[in-house]
């Protein structure tokens, strides 16, 4: 059980959230457990926040950019492993919540590409 106390000026809001969950007809708890699960998956391992480090050395890649450097690393090879692609975009920071999506594009444009993509 976690307890704990909610600021005098957001008292509105924990009211608010209470009104909707019952219009929703649901539990308060489970709608604060489902909001934390978010936020953990979202800044638990494999952040996308920025480090300081991605200002040195060569700034900030978007998705697609980091998509395409894992698309051109297997274009030269001609065939990958899909274990293989997922633990590189893994590797490369993307959020739990966007993982599959992007091995799905990955793969697909390898496909596209004529690279041989074992399963």
């Given at each position: 059980m976690v307890v704990f106390k909610v600021p005098d000026n957001e008292v509105k809001t924990m009211t608010e959230l209470y009104r909707i969950a019952e219009r929703e007809g649901r539990d308060v708890k489970d709608v604060m457990v489902q909001a934390v699960k978010e936020y953990v998956e979202l800044h638990g391992p494999g952040n996308s926040q920025t480090l300081i480090p991605s200002f040195v050395l060569g700034g900030i890649k978007?998705?697609?950019?980091?998509?395409?450097q894992i698309v051109k690393h297997y274009l030269s090879k001609r065939e990958a492993r899909y274990l293989d692609v997922v633990r590189r975009v893994r590797e490369a920071g993307f959020p739990d919540s966007k993982v599959i999506a992007t091995v799905n594009k990955v793969i697909k444009q390898l496909i596209d590409s004529n690279v041989k993509v074992w399963r």
């Open positions: 978007s998705d697609g950019q980091i998509e395409q």
